[in-house]
């Protein structure tokens, strides 16, 4: 069964410093990754995904994240995190036989300090 | 590009009533999925539209429907409504012409509330 995990409930950080909101995933066949962000009374904001090659994968708002294929974890990343970047954060695993019925985590909030 | 629209955007219902959520994808995408998101259990998948066949069904209860019509539209339907459906409902939509890859586009949501 396809499953997503999210260790932490919250994350918080200093503006100006590295961010770092962890993943891991858990599927039959080969993953495609999704990280998605929601800001409070909205819809939620795609930020990058993995399909498959370069395991670095850049994406919006200067986001990226790495796929670790061993580890089965594909962390999001940002090298200098902004009171804005203040936000829900989701990630998500599609198996690749199962359509588009996609598996979210239960959430990161992130809280960036001025 | 327009971005996927649902209508309405809040909705208060009492316990026993159904109701009828809308979906309009972004222009040229065919699938339509459908979410329901709660603090307790997070965002679940309930089930996902393409040329108006469903094709992926989450765990939910039969009250729970939907449909898309020839122009991807989508609505959502949930039957003799229970406390524990209140929640916000999202809608995304893709492309589909490359399959499971591709990215889904969320709308803002749908914010049911049952007395």
């Known amino acids: 069964a396809q499953s997503v995990a999210q260790p932490e409930d919250q994350v918080n950080v200093a503006e100006g410093n590295p961010l770092t909101v962890k993943c891991t995933y858990s599927?039959?066949?080969?993953?495609?990754l999704f990280w998605y962000v929601q800001y409070p009374n909205r819809g939620l904001q795609f930020l990058l995904k993995y399909i498959t090659g370069d395991n670095l994968v850049k994406g919006s708002y200067g986001f990226e994240a790495e796929f670790n294929k061993s580890q089965t974890s594909f962390h999001l990343k940002k090298p200098s995190a902004l009171v804005s970047d203040s936000a829900l954060y989701f990630c998500a695993v599609r198996d690749k036989n199962r359509g588009f019925k996609t598996i979210f985590g239960a959430g990161t909030r992130l809280f960036v300090k001025a | 590009k327009a971005g996927v629209t649902q209508t309405p955007r809040y909705l208060i219902k009492t316990r026993g009533q159904q109701v009828t959520l809308s979906c309009s994808p972004i222009s040229g995408h065919r699938s339509v999925s459908w979410y329901q998101q709660t603090p307790g259990q997070g965002l679940q998948f309930l089930f996902e539209y393409f040329s108006e066949t469903q094709r992926n069904k989450g765990n939910f209860p039969g009250r729970f429907s939907g449909r898309q019509f020839s122009n991807s539209r989508s609505e959502m339907n949930v039957s003799t409504l229970e406390l524990g459906d209140s929640a916000l409902y999202l809608c995304?939509?893709?492309?589909?012409?490359?399959?499971?890859?591709?990215?889904?586009?969320f709308g803002p949501g749908t914010r049911l509330t049952v007395l």
């Open positions: 599927v039959s066949g080969n993953p495609y």
């Open positions: 995304a939509s893709s492309l589909a012409s490359g399959g499971d890859t591709d990215t889904q586009y």
